[in-house]
């Protein structure tokens, strides 16, 4: 098991983003992405991760969804820039903030070659 | 799944099926069984959850299955599986004939959700799924086509005692007396004429929109639906409400000294639900995308409590007046409470929808206590801070409801003055 949720949060600093684990979640699966280079229309992440074998998944206009070969999925909000990474459940709990590091990095590699 | 659900949109009602259904979270649905057992006791409180389970499941699994053209028991024994992960209450295999059989679970809703939420904190004496347990036994009955009512499950091991899965052993037994049906056509007997009210341009968009958004909405791989911060459930609305007003009616009789205490908590699980619920709706991507980024006032969160109360299937809660600082009035033409209580006992001496009330005075503590915009995190200690550290601020009052015969559902909040002072 891993070690309990701190009062304040848990964030971890990566070197192109940082990820901060969203409101209640227990189970660390959700997880608030800020890229440190943003790019300047947050729409335009959900191309290039496509090309980097993400799926597109069409829901409803106000929220894109792509989703990681593994499982995981990233919500994007185009209005204001809003990433959230969802952790895949296959992935250990103790594993799953590091996972969403991983992801936020490739986001923001993929945000800076798109 | 999605196409099992529909909605009455004038009253904003919801079936699944041919059931009247609600979505509820974990936080709600441990605490509103929590109460059950605290006013009837674990051995009455569990028999209470169970057999309005397995009341309330067998028309679900009977309509569905007739639907589905399911004919044998294996596919209705299967259909049963896919609709209880679907619903979200995790994944349940059973292996019963006519003279009884096993059912196992895991990542049952209600025994794995009080694992993860008190299992490190506290050491569990009973099994925690009588859900689980009368849809069990709901679904051998209905496959099998035994006499309804009469198989019975008990969970002989439950993930909340630390057993590795969730068992129970499902026998035949006597047949339980009938309650009055509660469907469809029960419901639709009841309702009145619908109306709006203020800020409908607002709050129907967004109803609209969470709907469309949980449509498609159902359990992964574990048979759980993990979203805003909660675990969610398509649940039977049946169920609720029998436990509740049936808990209520047997402390009346029994224990009427004990009256109030039970009510404040059937009306606590109203502030669980909006904290928790609500307020992880609020503060999630899908909000922020379809609503905007929140403002700090407090009308857009009234608002949008209305709103979300409407897509859960909760009924036309509609703002009467609002007065910031001061005062709430939310309307209804009816509630899954108020028409649950007509259909099953008719008119009602006095309001009794607890949920609605406990929920108004959260919404009302929601849009001026909590500071939106610095992302809160809604935790215990944050819930205990803003409805138990102290006298709440608002008052509640249910003035009329239309299971007394008021041709409205009308609950007033109020400024607590003693509570200022």
């Known amino acids: 098991m891993p070690e309990p949720i701190p009062p304040g949060g848990l964030v971890l600093e990566g070197e192109r983003a940082r990820v901060e684990l969203e409101n209640s979640c227990f189970e660390r699966i959700n997880w608030r992405c800020t890229l440190r280079s943003p790019p300047r229309e947050p729409a335009s992440l959900v191309p290039a991760l496509v090309s980097r074998g993400y799926t597109e998944l069409k829901r409803v206009p106000y929220v894109l969804e792509v989703f990681h070969p593994d499982g995981h999925r990233v919500a994007i909000v185009p209005a204001t820039g809003r990433i959230q990474l969802r952790v895949a459940v296959q992935v250990p709990e103790e594993l799953r903030a590091q996972t969403a590091l991983r992801l936020a990095e490739e986001l923001a590699q993929a945000a800076e070659a798109g | ?284 991507p899908e909000w922020e995308g379809m609503v905007g980024p929140l403002t700090g006032e407090a009308l857009p969160i009234v608002t949008g409590c209305i709103a979300i109360a409407r897509a859960l299937g909760f009924g036309r809660w509609t703002v009467a007046e609002f007065e910031p600082g001061k005062r709430l009035v939310v309307r209804a033409p009816c509630s899954y409470e108020s028409v649950f209580y007509q259909a099953r006992y008719g008119k009602a001496a006095r309001p009794n929808e607890y949920f609605l009330q406990g929920a108004c005075l959260a919404i009302a503590q929601l849009a001026h206590r909590v500071e939106w915009k610095n992302k809160p995190v809604l935790n215990a200690d944050y819930y205990n801070a803003l409805f138990r550290g102290g006298p709440l601020p608002w008052k509640v009052e249910q003035t009329k409801s239309t299971a007394c015969g008021h041709p409205v559902t009308e609950v007033v909040v109020t400024r607590n003055e003693a509570a200022r002072a």
């Open chain 2, 1 to 284: 799944m999605s196409s099992l659900r529909r909605y009455l949109p004038e009253h904003d009602l919801m079936y699944f099926g041919p059931s009247p259904a609600v979505y509820h979270c974990h936080h709600f649905n441990l605490f509103l069984d929590q109460t059950i057992d605290d006013a009837l006791g674990f051995e009455a409180g569990s028999r209470l959850r169970f057999l309005a389970a397995r009341e309330f499941a067998t028309p679900l699994l009977a309509g569905v299955a007739e639907q589905s053209k399911a004919t044998t028991p294996a596919e209705k024994l299967e259909l049963a599986s896919k609709l209880f992960a679907g619903m979200g209450h995790g994944r349940l295999q059973i292996s019963a004939d006519a003279r009884g059989g096993e059912a196992k679970g895991s990542f049952l809703h209600y025994g794995y959700s009080w694992s993860q939420k008190y299992g490190h904190v506290v050491k569990r004496r009973h099994p925690a799924d009588a859900f689980g347990a009368g849809f069990a036994a709901a679904a051998t009955e209905v496959a099998l086509g035994t006499p309804q009512d009469t198989m019975t499950a008990t969970e002989v091991g439950c993930v909340a005692l630390k057993a590795p899965h969730c068992t129970f052993s499902l026998k035949p037994g006597e047949r339980a007396p009938r309650e009055p049906p509660v469907g469809e056509s029960e419901v639709g007997q009841q309702l009145i004429p619908t109306f709006n009210g203020l800020y409908e341009e607002v709050i129907q968009p967004i109803t609209k929109g969470l709907r469309d958004f949980t449509a498609p909405v159902q359990g992964d791989e574990r048979g759980l639906v993990q979203a805003f911060g909660v675990y969610v459930t398509l649940h039977l609305a049946g169920y609720y409400n029998r436990i509740s007003y049936e808990a209520v009616q047997q402390v009346e009789r029994k224990a009427p000294h004990s009256l109030g205490v039970l009510e404040d908590l059937l009306r606590e699980s109203g502030h669980v639900c909006v904290f928790n619920t609500f307020g992880g709706i609020i503060l999630s």
